[in-house]
């Protein structure tokens, strides 16, 4: 699970700021007890705040790194596309990002430091029986391995100055990399495109065929087996998992036939037809006829699914662009209820809908705002300002009568006088 994440000089973002999954409120079933942690962990995390505050570059800012440990290897031969803070000293320093998880119950950090020409810093360690100790650590081109993982020393030889180690590093045989390259290789990230329904990734293209495929994987036919050989929920097939999420929504949807003919045709392009029943009438409509909501839903299952499934972490972007209040909330409860989510799966995503406190804690709600200098600030609503938010407070109805700030400063006189209507 995802303990914290901290990055600095990345988009919006100057000095750092820090993401934490770790509870306050340990008393309550949603919170994951880690006991070599010492802490419990939240499945859920909320970020807050007015349009162009930087809750999306949050999202962004982790979506980066994860690219980052799957590709440098493969693609920053030239240059290292790194996304600095555009004023002040931010184009010229370094950005910083580091991520802690843990893996079967032991806490990894990651540490990285880059800038467009280099990579100036990395390292990896872990916490067994929580004491410190390094996996790897590189100082430029300097790269110091753990007495005992002699698997890893080709590392070395394919170190570049524009090269992760951990990217070069997960490709040995060595569970102590893989295991936790994986927990931030396999982080799914959601995002919505104005206007349409279907959720698009962070560049605001339309989710890839590999994404579309885990939905459509799901609804196999009946009477196949489940995907997965190790199953975290025995005796129910992947399709009946993810009928069960499409009826969860409450659409009037009983099925999902997909053209058996088109079994080797990319999944964009594959015919759909959800079956509605109305009364003891069924009938089937095509995909495109759908609504928005029905259709965002649709590509949401493969993504919920596999997380749920493997425990790893979800990042959406814009949840309340793409769902109603309702079905987000749905969502919510999918990753706080241990019956669902049992291999505690985390949700990270950001909103503007303030119906969705009423279903959040207090120390899984986030806020950003921006400073005089145009930087993102982010901070934890449990601790806001320094004073202890009670348990007991209505969250929506504090946060929408600014008493946690975070909201849009609204001044209509600026916009009147440019319509000429007052002087």
Do not use: C
């Not at 002040?88 to 950005?95: I, L």
């Not at 843990?102 to 004491?131: M, Q, W």
């Not at 180690?165 to 982080?187: G, N, Q, Y």
């Not at 109805?397 to 002087?423: C, E, W």
């Amino acid at each position: 699970m995802l303990i914290r994440f901290e990055v600095s000089n990345h988009r919006s973002i100057d000095d750092p700021v820090e993401l934490s999954m770790v509870a306050i409120d340990q008393d309550r079933e949603a919170a994951r007890a880690e006991p070599l942690l010492g802490e419990s962990l939240l499945p859920v995390a909320a970020i807050f705040g007015p349009n162009a505050s930087g809750k999306s570059n949050i999202v962004a800012a982790f979506a980066w790194l994860r690219d980052a440990v799957e590709q440098s290897l493969r693609t920053w031969d030239e240059e290292i596309p790194v996304e600095p803070f555009a004023f002040g000293a931010g184009p010229t320093s370094p950005s910083q990002y580091t991520v802690e998880f843990t893996i079967s119950g032991v806490r990894f950090e990651y540490i990285l430091e880059l800038d467009v020409a280099k990579v100036r810093y990395e390292g990896l360690f872990h916490y067994p029986e929580k004491k410190r100790r390094r996996i790897f650590e590189r100082d430029g081109q300097e790269l110091k391995l753990q007495r005992g993982l002699g698997n890893l020393s080709g590392t070395r030889e394919l170190l570049t100055e524009r090269t992760l180690a951990l990217s070069i590093a997960r490709r040995f045989d060595e569970p102590l990399v893989s295991d936790f390259s994986r927990a931030i290789v396999r982080t799914q990230t959601m995002r919505p495109a104005p206007g349409h329904g279907a959720p698009r990734n962070r560049d605001g293209r339309l989710p890839s065929a590999s994404q579309l495929e885990s939905t459509f994987r799901f609804f196999q036919q009946p009477g196949q087996p489940s995907l997965f050989e190790e199953d975290a929920f025995p005796n129910v097939t992947s399709r009946e998992r993810a009928l069960a999420l499409l009826r969860l929504a409450d659409l009037g949807i009983d099925d999902v036939v997909i053209d058996p003919s088109q079994a080797g045709i990319e999944p964009l392009s594959r015919r759909i037809r959800l079956v509605h029943r109305v009364a003891d009438e069924r009938a089937s409509l095509d995909f495109a006829a759908e609504s928005d909501g029905t259709r965002t839903w649709f590509h949401l299952i493969g993504p919920v699914l596999t997380a749920l499934h493997e425990g790893s972490l979800l990042l959406f972007d814009e949840l309340d662009a793409s769902l109603h209040p309702k079905l987000s909330a749905q969502l919510v409860h999918l990753f706080h209820d241990p019956s669902t989510n049992p291999l505690g799966a985390q949700l990270v995503f950001t909103s503007h809908d303030t119906n969705l406190l009423n279903h959040l804690n207090r120390d899984e709600v986030w806020l950003t705002e921006k400073n005089v200098r145009g930087a993102t600030r982010l901070g934890a609503l449990a601790e806001f300002a320094g004073e202890r938010v009670r348990k007991s407070q209505n969250l929506e109805t504090a946060y929408l009568h600014g008493r946690f700030g975070a909201l849009p400063q609204v001044d209509q006189a600026d916009f009147l006088r440019s319509l000429g209507l007052i002087g």
